[in-house]
């Protein structure tokens, strides 16, 4: 698991998470697990922060595109876990606040389940962020496309 605390006094902080084949260590095609739902896509210019108060957020020219909406409610650490998923835990790493597996986007995992009420959509486009045409929901006691 990756780790990172919200109160770590630096400006900045960047991760890069590599899987690669453990016999030959060559890196495996990236696949991507997860994306938030923002409302359009950012330029190259846009940040990923980790703030003090504890939210999750991506900003763009000042303007706050997508956020976990924690801010003040005891998160205190950033993770990845060793199954793909973004947590923010509280100081005592025992209470999940919030994770990127209660709001799948349009992949699901073997070690992850869709619950009821959770659902996939599809993307428009990969350059288009918007919703696409297809969505796959999880009722109570049925799943629904």
């Not at 003040?72 to 950033?78: A, F, P, S, T, Y």
Request: aromatic share 6%.
């Amino acid at each position: 698991m990756l780790s990172y605390k919200a109160d770590t006094p630096r400006s900045s902080f960047l991760a890069l998470v590599a899987i690669c084949n453990p016999t030959s260590w060559e890196l495996t095609k990236p696949v991507i697990l997860w994306k938030a739902r923002q409302t359009r896509l950012v330029g190259e210019n846009a940040t990923l922060q980790f703030t003090t108060d504890g939210e999750l957020k991506v900003e763009e020219d000042g303007d706050v595109v997508w956020s976990t909406k924690t801010a003040n409610r005891g998160v205190r650490w950033l993770c990845l876990s060793n199954h793909a998923t973004i947590m923010l835990l509280d100081e005592s790493l025992s209470n999940v606040i919030w994770q990127s597996s209660n709001e799948p986007s349009d992949t699901v995992l073997l070690q992850r389940a869709l619950t009821p009420g959770q659902k996939l959509l599809s993307f428009n486009t990969s350059e288009d962020s918007s919703d696409g045409l297809y969505s796959l929901v999880m009722e109570e006691s049925r799943l629904c496309s």
